[in-house]
Nanobody
């Protein structure tokens, strides 16, 4: 059974850093590799927003609000996706979900809470 398992969330003060990880379990690399990988954030109230994405070819895109502070990366050999977050702000608070776009897979989410 294919699962995306996130980790790395937590409670941090404004200005702090966190690194989120997402592991694709039960998926072979030939299926993982062609995917665009992405991180989404669900804010209180339910809205789900794209935070960052990385295509199989290496093109990366970021929401304007996180540009320069967040970095998405992928490790194809180990079927992992990362989101390095620095200079965190209270508005970064939410549940972060990993997604494989073409495979239409979502992780279970990891909570990030940034206090002022």
């Amino acid at each position: 059974q294919v699962q995306l398992v996130e980790s790395g969330g937590g409670l941090v003060q404004a200005g702090g850093s966190l690194r989120l990880s997402c592991a694709a379990r039960g998926m072979i690399t030939s299926v993982f590799n062609p995917n665009t990988v992405a991180w989404y954030r669900q804010v209180p109230g339910g809205q789900l927003n794209l935070v960052a994405s990385a295509t199989a070819g290496g093109t990366k895109n970021y929401a304007e609000s996180v540009q320069g502070r967040f970095t998405i990366s992928r490790d194809n050999a180990n079927k992992r996706v990362y989101l390095q977050m620095v200079d965190l702000k209270p508005e970064d608070t939410g549940v972060y979900y990993c997604r494989l776009e073409q495979s239409d897979r979502w992780g279970q989410g990891t909570q990030v809470t940034v206090t002022s």
